[in-house]
């Protein structure tokens, strides 16, 4: 049984749709998920659905039980939050004895200086500290973290920042969860790490002008001090752990912080992974 958590969530639905499209049987799938009912068309597709809350670590272990591979999407939230959830998701993978543990981790987790990565090296010491079969699929960032404000972008003129001419490595979500997704299909694959990247870098003056050619629109880059980003971002009703998430974040790149290139991706995909372009075109034609 593979059993996918956060399978209601952008990443772990299509990771289950990616393991269906393999071949993967349906009943040899679980979706883990907080609000079962949100999983319905996951069940009518015959995937069995469990009732997993990272906030209920009591439901986590009948949720992980006979899970020969699982699947721990990180969650969302305050990061002193997302630890403790993490801590126990392991905890409860361990006494399920889970025959491999496939983690979701961020790209060069050990010294990457994002302030998230705090939350990633704590999950995998407590990974390596569980004693299970371990691959960790270090994640590099979405394209869709950006491409998400480009319509209001396109819209207003101006896509704004505090990332400089940072270069960025990112991919596409259906690459990371299509890689996932082959992870979890192939076998030995305890103790591999793969650091999972685009296959070229862009920066944000560049997605401005992507942006632009794409929709025949003029569309320029303004670079922020961090400060004022960050207002801007409240003034928007984003959460404050958001906000200072999105502005460290940019302000990291800045100094090289997500520039890194590896072959991980495109390797498990068997083909280039999804450049900038589709992405851009993809967030504007929704």
Do not use: C
């Not at 920066?203 to 569309?219: F, T």
């Not at 068997?270 to 372009?277: C, D, Q």
């Amino acid at each position: 049984m593979i059993v996918v958590t956060g399978a209601t969530g952008h990443f772990g639905r299509q990771v289950i749709v990616h393991l269906l499209r393999r071949g993967t049987p349906a009943d040899r799938i679980a979706a883990a998920v907080r609000t079962p009912a949100k999983a319905a068309d996951l069940a009518e597709r015959g995937v069995e659905i469990r009732l997993a809350d990272y906030d209920r670590p009591e439901t986590l272990l009948p949720a992980f039980t006979g899970a020969d591979k699982l699947l721990l999407v990180s969650s969302t939230g305050p990061d002193d939050a997302r630890i403790t959830q993490h801590r126990a998701a392991v905890e409860a993978a361990a006494e399920a004895g889970a025959g491999l543990l496939a983690y979701t981790s961020v790209a060069g987790a050990p010294t990457n200086p994002l302030g998230l990565a705090r939350v990633h090296r704590d999950t995998e010491q407590a990974v390596a500290g569980s004693g299970l079969p371990a691959v960790l699929l270090r994640n590099g960032w979405y394209t869709e973290n950006y491409t998400a404000a480009l319509p209001g972008a396109v819209e207003r003129g101006t896509l704004v920042g505090s990332a400089g001419q940072g270069r960025i490595a990112s991919a596409a979500r259906a690459d990371l969860a299509e890689a996932a997704a082959e992870v979890l299909t192939r076998d030995d694959q305890a103790g591999k790490v793969y650091e999972l990247t685009g296959d070229t870098t862009w920066s944000l003056p560049e997605l401005a002008a992507e942006a632009a050619a794409r929709s025949g629109r003029p569309v320029t880059y303004t670079d922020l001090p961090a400060e004022r980003y960050r207002q801007i971002l409240a003034e928007a009703g984003l959460p404050g752990f958001v906000a200072e998430l999105i502005v460290d974040a940019d302000v990291q790149v800045s100094r090289g912080a997500l520039a890194g290139v590896t072959a991980d991706l495109s390797g498990l995909l068997g083909r280039p992974a999804t450049p900038l372009s589709a992405v851009v075109a993809q967030a504007l034609a929704a």
